[in-house]
């Protein structure tokens, strides 16, 4: 059996850690009630879990646990937040917020508001990807009713400053939102600190499973009206209906446990691979690097490449390095990174570019082995180009 490729996307998804499956594995044959029942033993062990899971999710973020909506994914928890305010909200005012560097799926809510009558402003950003916070506060109106700026980007793992961004929120009297999907257990997210009212969270980025998911819902000061957009059988205090899925919400609970209790460590590690990856490609002519490598993940790097077609190079490295070129919800389309065009990139060098996203199971030789061998397939393209 031929050797399988050195995955560095784990910004696409991680791989479920054992311990995490571990937890779940119960709940799949044995305690596998449904726990909105309450008659009789399996319903509780379910419910129990449940609980003991919503428990640990919002005290890692300073939270209630009152205030943990379970989904399945940040894409619909995006969607509940941003829908969801405009229909509580829409009042208030019509008028949204957001970044023009965002994940679709708060760039296609938004967009789908608009065809409502909703108007939305598309902030730009500086060079390396950072938001000007002069220019958001300009932006806000009296109509404004949600701000939403992701906390770590997806493509380039630039950080914004989520604190001071809820703070010209909460000094306006606006709702702050931020996807937070990247950023879970690889930087500390306090919602109250942060002055967060609705944040967005996945499993899978994280070394859990797909399909489970978290929106966090302020309860007071202010308490966030938020709509439905699944009803049903009433779960989550009506906010989501849907039977609750327990092994997927347990390990939920155990992926983050994990990620915050080795974050510091982790974080450590995964800067020194980081400078090991990119001290390989720095030195070669026509490398730029995406975003801002200081203020940004750890375990991202993300390098536009001159003289080389987009294409050839991932077809040239994928049966040895596992790497894309951008969001994996976007990678069937033939179009360039929005977010590398939002940063000033062109066309050209947008469609040639890799993100590697270092992950819990790398080691330092598979990053010198993944950097040897991508320098070596731009090398070879370069020659056949020329």
Same mark, same amino acid.
């Given at each position: 059996?031929?050797?399988? @490729?050195?995955?560095?996307?784990?910004? %696409?998804?991680?791989?479920?850690?054992?311990?995490?499956?571990?937890?779940?594995?119960?709940?799949?044959?044995?305690?596998?009630?449904? @726990?909105?029942?309450?008659?009789?033993?399996?319903?509780?062990?379910?419910?129990?879990?449940?609980?003991?899971?919503?428990?640990?999710?919002?005290?890692?973020?300073?939270?209630?646990?009152?205030?943990?909506?379970?989904?399945?994914?940040?894409?619909?928890?995006?969607?509940?937040?941003?829908?969801?305010?405009?229909?509580? !909200?829409?009042?208030?005012?019509?008028?949204?917020?957001?970044? *023009?560097?965002?994940?679709?799926?708060?760039?296609?809510?938004?967009?789908?508001?608009?065809?409502?009558?909703?108007?939305?402003?598309?902030? &730009?950003?500086?060079?390396?990807?950072?938001?000007?916070?002069?220019?958001?506060?300009? %932006?806000?109106?009296?109509? &404004?009713?949600? *701000?939403?700026?992701? #906390?770590?980007?997806?493509?380039?793992?630039?950080?914004?400053?989520?604190?001071?961004?809820?703070?010209?929120?909460?000094?306006?009297?606006?709702?702050?939102?931020?996807?937070? %999907?990247?950023?879970?257990?690889?930087?500390?997210?306090?919602?109250?600190?942060?002055?967060?009212?609705?944040?967005?969270?996945?499993?899978?980025?994280?070394?859990?499973?797909?399909?489970?998911?978290?929106? !966090?819902?302020?309860?007071?000061?202010?308490?966030?009206?938020? #709509?439905?957009?699944?009803?049903?059988?009433?779960?989550?205090?009506?906010?989501?209906?849907?039977?609750?899925?327990?092994?997927?919400?347990?390990?939920?609970?155990?992926?983050?446990?994990?990620?915050?209790?080795?974050?510091?460590?982790?974080?450590?590690?995964?800067?020194?691979?980081?400078?090991?990856?990119?001290?390989?490609?720095? @030195?070669?002519?026509?490398?730029?690097?995406?975003?801002?490598?200081?203020?940004?993940?750890?375990?991202?790097?993300?390098?536009?490449?001159?003289? *080389?077609?987009?294409?050839?190079?991932?077809?040239?490295?994928?049966?040895?390095? #596992?790497?894309?070129?951008?969001?994996?919800?976007?990678?069937?389309?033939?179009?360039?990174?929005? *977010?590398?065009?939002?940063?000033?990139?062109?066309?050209?060098?947008?469609?040639?570019?890799?993100?590697?996203?270092?992950?819990?199971?790398?080691?330092?030789?598979?990053?010198?082995?993944?950097?040897?061998?991508?320098?070596?397939?731009?090398?070879?393209?370069?020659?056949?180009?020329?």
């Amino acid at each position: 059996m031929s050797q399988r @490729p050195i995955y560095l996307d784990a910004h %696409a998804t991680t791989p479920v850690d054992q311990r995490v499956l571990d937890a779940m594995l119960p709940y799949f044959t044995e305690s596998f009630g449904n @726990p909105a029942t309450n008659t009789h033993v399996y319903g509780w062990e379910a419910s129990a879990a449940v609980k003991n899971a919503r428990e640990v999710i919002a005290s890692i973020i300073n939270a209630t646990p009152e205030e943990i909506v379970f989904t399945s994914g940040a894409t619909e928890a995006n969607n509940l937040a941003i829908k969801g305010v405009a229909e509580a !909200y829409f009042n208030q005012g019509k008028h949204i917020i957001t970044v *023009v560097t965002e994940h679709r799926a708060v760039l296609d809510p938004c967009a789908y508001l608009e065809t409502l009558g909703f108007e939305v402003t598309y902030l &730009t950003v500086t060079s390396d990807g950072l938001l000007d916070l002069q220019q958001l506060e300009k %932006a806000i109106r009296e109509d &404004t009713i949600l *701000v939403s700026v992701m #906390a770590a980007n997806n493509e380039i793992g630039v950080l914004q400053p989520l604190a001071e961004i809820g703070a010209i929120c909460h000094s306006r009297g606006v709702l702050f939102h931020t996807d937070a %999907a990247q950023a879970i257990a690889k930087v500390p997210l306090d919602v109250a600190g942060m002055h967060i009212d609705l944040m967005s969270l996945t499993a899978h980025k994280i070394y859990g499973p797909k399909g489970i998911g978290v929106l !966090y819902v302020r309860r007071r000061d202010p308490r966030v009206k938020l #709509a439905s957009q699944i009803q049903g059988g009433g779960q989550e205090r009506g906010r989501r209906s849907g039977t609750l899925y327990t092994p997927q919400i347990v390990g939920f609970a155990k992926a983050l446990e994990i990620g915050v209790e080795s974050m510091e460590s982790e974080s450590e590690r995964m800067l020194q691979l980081k400078k090991q990856l990119w001290s390989m490609f720095e @030195p070669l002519e026509g490398i730029y690097l995406n975003g801002n490598f200081d203020n940004s993940l750890h375990n991202n790097l993300n390098i536009s490449i001159e003289g *080389v077609n987009g294409s050839a190079l991932l077809l040239g490295l994928q049966s040895i390095v #596992a790497v894309s070129s951008g969001s994996a919800c976007s990678s069937e389309s033939t179009a360039p990174s929005h *977010v590398l065009t939002a940063l000033g990139r062109s066309e050209k060098l947008a469609h040639a570019s890799l993100r590697f996203g270092i992950g819990r199971f790398n080691t330092t030789e598979e990053i010198k082995i993944a950097g040897e061998i991508a320098i070596a397939t731009i090398n070879s393209l370069r020659q056949a180009n020329n």
